[in-house]
């Protein structure tokens, strides 16, 4: 008699604050809005301790973006994040934006504090 097979598990549902995360690097505003609304924490951070702020400052593509740059900052800037959380080389993400010569994100970051 040949036993039965145990049924493959579905994998785990990613959390959501991976999905923020990784809507914020590929600059998915909705699917950040969407993570957001579904119980993501603003403040959540990867494994070098990047916040999703870090990630939209770091990326340098914000004039690709248009106005989506600007609304995934302020999508973290109006939920008062912790701006002043450091990654673990200790930098911020004002720093970051400073750092890459972002002016935009800079910019953005000052007017809305």
Do not use: W
Request: net charge neutral; glycine share 8%.
């Amino acid at each position: 008699m040949t036993q039965a097979q145990p049924e493959p598990s579905a994998p785990p549902p990613p959390d959501q604050n991976s999905l923020l995360l990784k809507a914020v690097r590929a600059g998915d505003i909705v699917a950040a809005k969407a993570a957001l609304k579904n119980g993501a924490d603003a403040n959540a951070c990867d494994a070098q301790g990047k916040t999703g702020l870090h990630i939209a400052v770091a990326n340098k593509d914000y004039s690709g973006y248009g106005d989506k740059g600007r609304e995934l900052l302020s999508l973290f800037l109006n939920r008062k994040v912790h701006i002043d959380s450091r990654d673990h080389k200790g930098a911020t993400a004002l720093h970051d934006a400073v750092l890459d010569d972002s002016y935009t994100s800079c910019k953005y970051k000052i007017e809305d504090l």
